[in-house]
């Protein structure tokens, strides 16, 4: 069983930045597309980024945070990063990252769709 573990999470400022990660134990992460959600308290999991496997490396964002965040890869393939900037307190919840093989014909906004996920890291944009 993979274990994926997210990492970064904070407290910022409103307009501040937070880097978050996430890694899985002697795993290339090169073969998995990697989702990245949010849950605030008393919502639903919302699908935030997605990159597709490096094979490609499409990404796809939601609405609330295009332009303001990017999701990426490492050269070392080890690592997915979403770079989160101009921070807000809408922004704040548990982010969580989460693994799919590729070529999936579902949408990558469907939890449901991921058979891996990380343990969530907790964001906080507050002055």
């Known amino acids: 069983q993979l274990q994926f573990v997210e990492a970064g999470g904070g407290l910022v400022q409103p307009g501040g930045s937070l880097r978050l990660s996430c890694a899985a134990s002697?795993?290339?992460?090169?073969?998995?597309?990697i989702g990245w959600f949010r849950q605030a308290p008393g919502k639903e999991r919302e699908g935030v980024s997605y990159?597709?496997?490096?094979?490609?490396?499409?990404?796809w964002y939601a609405d609330s945070v295009k332009g303001r965040f990017t999701v990426s890869r490492d050269s070392a393939k080890t690592t997915v990063y979403l770079q989160m900037n101009n921070l807000s307190p809408g922004d704040t919840a548990v982010y969580y990252c989460a693994a799919r093989p590729p070529g999936s014909a579902w949408s990558w906004r469907d939890p449901g769709t991921y058979d891996y996920w990380g343990q969530g890291t907790q964001v906080t944009v507050s002055s």
């Open positions: 002697g795993v290339i992460l090169d073969y998995y597309a």
């Open positions: 990159i597709s496997s490096s094979s490609d490396n499409s990404t």
